[in-house]
């Protein structure tokens, strides 16, 4: 079933659709969702654990950086996958409906599924205050919807469809659309119908990310999967309590039972995680000259990272590699800065190799290479 899945959480009122989720494609805060009516979020990352960069700063050119320190899948790795090379299966997912499984063992890095939009629709007007008026969308729906093929008909009319309790006689196409869309970038939705079938988890093992190179949606392990474990994304922001997830996951229809929802210490955790990545945020663009601020930011920094990395929280882990380098650029350790700025670049690389938030990042270190000579 993979839930249903629509970027963001649907309620309706009238002819509108009450946004939960802000933030369409730039805004890179938060996981790709399904479309579940409203800012649609499309970002989502790796979670790579690599050791930093040996030797000295002058020894380390720009590229040997990169080399000597990634073992990731290149892209064309991802964009060359079909049915014959699948590294998972379908099947009943306890109390979810259908799921995806894997093969065998995945790596992290390895890519998943790569997937281009069925039909993809414009997004609707957005009302301030109230929300995307949903009901615009369901012409353009049934148009593209009526160019398929019989098979490609019948694989959208297979996927999860939910319904609100309020609703009276509501429309199968939007019902099934808006319970399985992914955004698709230039402010329009699509139906992935492979990946529709993949069930969140608060804790996910593999990341999600929409291509503006190549029009497709990537999922790639963001963890090491064991055979036959269940492959999982998110489709909310994870930096909330349980309570807050589980109220966002209502209007998806279902009840997410993973290790963080059962888990007091995870709650606090990721509390922590949204206070501390806030505040420092708020400072990187303000430097300090005194040492004893600039290790203090250092050391929150790191302890960031520790704590994203023991909640498993993938979607999050380049901005705290990011702010690591930022802090230790600023104390003018460039060997550190070096290393943290590496790790944002190989979480970004493993979704999409020339991606331009890769290539941002790449741009990053070697700048820091060229301070350090």
Known sequence: MATLKLVSAVIFRSLYIIPLLIGIASACEEPASPLMLSGLGVCSRGIPQHSGINGSCNDLSFRDSIDAHSNLPVMEQMVEMSSETSVYYVKQAPG????????????????????????????????????????DMIASIEAEFGELLPDQKEEFLDLHEFHFPSEESPNKLMTIFRSNAYNTGDNHVGIFPKIARINHSCKPNSGNWWSEMTDQRVIYASRDIEKDEEITVSYI???????????????????????????????????????????????????????????????????????????????????????????????????????????????????????????????FIQLLNAEST
């Open 96 to 135: 979810k409906g259908l799921g995806a499984f894997a093969k065998h063992r995945l790596p992290r890095g390895t890519p998943i599924l790569v997937e281009e939009p069925l039909f993809s629709v414009p997004m609707p007007e957005m009302v301030p205050g109230q929300g995307f008026k949903i009901l």
């Open 237 to 363: 922001p994870l930096l909330k309590t349980t309570k807050d997830r589980q109220a966002r996951l209502q209007q998806y229809g279902f009840t997410c039972d993973c290790s963080a929802c059962n888990s007091l210490e995870s709650d606090k955790r990721r509390v922590r995680i949204s206070d501390s990545m806030d505040d420092l945020e708020q400072k990187q663009d303000s430097p300090s000259k005194k040492a004893s601020i600039n290790e203090k930011r250092i050391s929150k920094a790191v302890k960031l990272v520790e704590m994203i990395e023991a909640e498993g929280l993938s979607d999050y882990l380049d901005r705290a590699y990011h702010l690591a380098a930022v802090f230790n650029q600023q104390a003018g350790d460039l060997r550190e800065a070096i290393k943290w700025a590496t790790k944002e670049w190989e979480i970004l690389a493993m979704a999409e190799m020339d991606s331009a938030e890769a290539l941002k990042a790449l741009n």
